[in-house]
């Protein structure tokens, strides 16, 4: 891109504004590209349109190669964690924020999440802080019902806003799942909040209940190693019975035994775990990879 070119560019920012601004490769830039920059497509999902630049240089090639006129442009941060929540927006007085739970990422791809976090309870209060301020922006914008949030946190514990789907997420029912457990009798569901909050705009007086204090959960999507076809499953698949007795292992969304498989590309299952420990929930970890060992069983040719 010629010295002078212009291309509307969306900043990053970690308050509430978005700042828009004239980009132009020149002494004054307004971004600092020495730690490298992050690009987002307007449209791409499961990070796809979603580009890592090293260097100006990098940038620069890229913006040559793409059509778009507008992208979100961020700035590198080396995270310390990658933390999602929930929220259910029914006006801007009337936000509900439960779930953080810690995303397992490859590279830009989310596989799932471990719940609740691990960080601090400082720390973690500002991630439901920041939930709360990107509800009143989303309630301001008229938008009513179920969102997921992505933040970032980094190894000073400063805590960043990063992107909003505004849809259920990965591990949405898993914490469904867990709060129905701790549901008080006659009070609506949280899909039944949610309804509220799309058709009236509004709760009813209703408030969340309280998150479980011994309620640990694990998921991840898995994708086979190596080329070949299912041999065996026989993993608990029932996902509400784990949840219910808060303990066990399931494996949703199994394959049956003759199915092709391509490594790195065919997803077997995603993995739960429920258990009321974080140490009963990492020797669970353990455990069900080894009976994934024994029932997942990839034949090569």
Not at 1 to 22: C, L
Not at 36 to 55: D, E, Q, R
Not at 246 to 254: D, E, F, T
Request: neutral net charge; charged residues 25%.
């Amino acid at each position: 891109m010629a010295e002078g070119s212009s291309r509307t560019i969306v900043f990053g920012s970690n308050d509430s504004t978005e700042a828009k601004a004239s980009f132009c490769f020149s002494p004054s830039e307004r971004f600092k590209t020495e730690e490298g920059v992050i690009t987002i497509l307007a449209f791409g999902g499961a990070g796809s349109g979603v580009k890592i630049h090293a260097t100006k240089g990098d940038l620069e090639k890229y913006f040559e190669k793409i059509d778009d006129e507008k992208l979100i442009l961020a700035r590198i941060i080396e995270k310390k964690a990658s933390p999602s929540i929930d929220i259910l927006v029914a006006n801007e007085k009337e936000i509900i924020v439960f779930g953080l739970a810690d995303q397992i990422l490859n590279g830009l791809q989310c596989l799932g999440a471990t719940y609740p976090t691990i960080l601090n309870d400082k720390t973690k209060n500002q991630c439901y802080d920041l939930a709360k301020i990107v509800g009143r922006e989303i309630a301001k914008k008229g938008m009513r019902g179920y969102f997921s949030i992505d933040i970032i946190v980094d190894e000073n514990n400063n805590v960043f806003f990063c992107e909003i789907n505004g849809r259920y997420a990965g591990t949405t029912a898993n914490r469904l799942l867990t709060m129905d457990q701790l549901r008080p009798q006659n009070h609506p569901s949280i899909l039944d909040l949610e309804v509220m909050a799309i058709q009236d705009g509004t709760f009813h007086g209703y408030n969340l209940w309280s998150e479980p204090l011994d309620f640990f959960w694990y998921k991840r999507m898995l994708r086979s190693k190596s080329d070949g076809v299912i041999d065996n499953l026989s993993i608990l698949n029932d996902v509400q019975k784990i949840f219910a007795n808060r303990k066990g292992i399931a494996l949703v969304g199994q394959l049956k035994p003759g199915a092709k498989v391509i490594k790195n590309k065919t997803e077997l299952g995603n993995l739960m775990i429920v258990e009321k420990s974080r140490e009963s929930l990492n020797d669970s970890i353990k455990q069900a990879n080894n009976l994934l060992k024994n029932y997942i069983k990839i034949v090569g040719d």
